[in-house]
């Protein structure tokens, strides 16, 4: 039975595990090797969308980073997932080559890091590759225009802009490692009236073969190219750590990874962690079939209508997986405050829509990184 009592020993322990995490050696100097955590228990405040679009910039400016430390730690994340540049292309840091939000109140992302590793935590920068609003709108010869969707392709002068943005933003501010998202080639849909004159290009430089004068190329020639764009973006990626702090950890996001222009790729070989982002455990098992030995495979719970926390984290089998979760905020730039995810059965956050189906999955998420029953209840 659950107990106040039993709470309250829980959290002493809990307490006593994150001083020694502090005292192990989390990173707190730039450069430094990370302690990674033995289960990550990982979590994002999504800064990237609203109402179904890439936030504006400047969107969220004054949020505050020991507010958003405070809520990660309540949550009992070990890992914080923020932002170094979002979909919009704009930075959540100053003084970089890429320009801050707009109205950036604190110098965000640095800040989160010194406050995370004071309490034992590691945290990590998000770079969105596939798609940045800035860009697009800086060259609309090098993007399909600047829509909430994959518009990049991955020309010379794009990966050249994205390694500088990295490096820059990995030793600027001292992150423990950044996550990628979004590593694939433009959406087909953007394609559909023809390709770009830098993407035909593009696809002839890697393929060695004349861009079809039909205006589509074969699936197999198509396969064949974003293929290798996507290990060529990778190895500029990886270069670009390496350059300025190859101890950065490398986060692959991928929603799904049973798509062939990733199978066996080097990607998935060499990156750090990767993390099933889709609810289907088959995509995370044929992830796993093709990381290398050294990387970490990470199972997302949040984010997702489909999502079901509570039940994954009752099996037993799933207990000792690294985890993760991501929820959009509310106006004041957090989700709802962790005692209210605490003070309420899991089941009565349950709802039909996306703002519900992350509340429910959060319930449940805080109930076991911080090491409580399912059932537990808090006054």
């Not at 080639?185 to 035909?200: D, F, H, I, K």
Request: hydrophobic share 40%.
């Amino acid at each position: 039975m659950f107990t106040r009592r039993g709470f309250l020993e829980r959290v002493a322990t809990a307490a006593g595990a994150a001083g020694m995490m502090g005292a192990a050696g989390v990173a707190t100097a730039a450069g430094e090797r990370p302690n990674i955590p033995s289960q990550i228990k990982a979590f994002c405040i999504d800064f990237n969308w609203v109402e179904g679009k890439f936030a504006p910039p400047g969107h969220w400016a004054n949020a505050s980073p020991s507010e958003h430390v405070a809520w990660y730690q309540g949550l009992g994340a070990n890992v914080i997932q923020t932002f170094a540049v979002s979909c919009n292309g704009y930075a959540w840091y100053k003084g970089g080559p890429v320009p801050a939000q707009p109205g950036l109140k604190h110098n965000f992302l640095p800040e989160v890091v010194k406050l995370a590793h004071k309490k034992g935590m590691l945290a990590m920068g998000y770079f969105c590759v596939g798609a940045n609003s800035l860009w697009g709108a800086n060259h609309p010869d090098l993007s399909y225009g600047t829509p909430s969707t994959l518009h990049i392709p991955f020309t010379d002068a794009y990966l050249d802009y994205l390694a500088r943005s990295m490096g820059d933003a990995v030793k600027r501010t001292g992150m423990d490692g950044t996550m990628i998202d979004w590593v694939w080639n433009p959406a087909n849909s953007l394609r559909a009236q023809g390709w770009l004159p830098a993407e035909q290009k593009l696809f002839t430089q890697l393929t060695g073969k004349p861009f079809p004068a039909g205006g589509q190329p074969a699936p197999e020639d198509k396969l064949d190219y974003e293929w290798k764009a996507i290990d060529r973006c990778w190895a500029r990626i990886k270069e670009a750590r390496d350059k300025a702090n190859p101890n950065c950890v490398l986060w692959l996001s991928v929603n799904d990874l049973s798509r062939p222009c990733i199978k066996d790729s080097p990607l998935l070989r060499e990156v750090d962690w990767v993390m099933n982002e889709s609810p289907d455990p088959k995509l995370y098992e044929i992830g796993r079939g093709m990381v290398g030995a050294r990387t970490r495979m990470i199972q997302n719970l949040v984010g997702w209508t489909n999502h079901d926390a509570k039940s994954f984290l009752t099996d037993p089998n799933h207990r000792g997986m690294d985890l993760y979760g991501f929820a959009g905020p509310g106006e004041n730039s957090l989700p709802l405050p962790i005692a209210e995810y605490l003070r309420k059965p899991v089941d009565d956050f349950k709802g039909k829509d996306h703002s519900a189906a992350n509340n429910y999955n959060i319930a449940a998420l805080a109930r076991f990184y911080r090491g409580l029953p399912m059932d537990a209840v808090l006054p």
